[in-house]
Nanobody, 129 residues
Framework: QVQLVESGGDLVQPGGSLRLSCAAS????????IGWFRQAPGKEREGVSC????????YYTDSVKGRFTISRDDAKNTVYLQMNSLKPEDTAVYYC??????????????????????WGQGTQVTVSS
């Protein structure tokens, strides 16, 4: 069964850190571009970071550059999002996504939603004192 399962969300104080995990089952995640998105209440879902399947090149939205880091662990079939120096405006449900319809192809990822057709269920991140 194909699945993407996010975990690691929590309540954290401003300035704190969290590491989100996106664990894949039913397919080899290494061959797919993976995106992290977030959606705050009343706002559109926005791309936060992604990692390409072609060359593992990474991209970040401007608001998280220098604070967030995306990475893969092929042995664990998992992609991580390390989030440091968290701010209240980072509060959102975080989702990971991939492109199952395209198959295992070497492509460059993007922060727009159009590439991605398979999503996890999300994990809540709340940054508050």
């Amino acid at each position: 069964q194909v699945q993407l399962v996010e975990s690691g969300g929590d309540l954290v104080q401003p300035g704190g850190s969290l590491r989100l995990s996106c664990a894949a089952s039913g397919f080899t995640l290494d061959y797919y571009a993976i995106g992290w998105f977030r959606q705050a209440p009343g706002k559109e879902r926005e791309g936060v970071s992604c990692i390409s399947s072609s060359d593992d090149r990474t991209y970040y939205t401007d608001s998280v550059k220098g604070r967030f880091t995306i990475s893969r662990d092929d042995a664990k079939n998992t992609v991580y999002l390390q989030m440091n120096s968290l701010k209240p405006e980072d509060t959102a449900v975080y989702y990971c996504a991939t492109h199952l319809a395209l198959g295992a192809v070497p492509i460059s990822c993007g922060l727009g939603r159009s590439l991605y057709d398979y999503w996890g269920q999300g994990t809540q991140v709340t940054v508050s004192s």
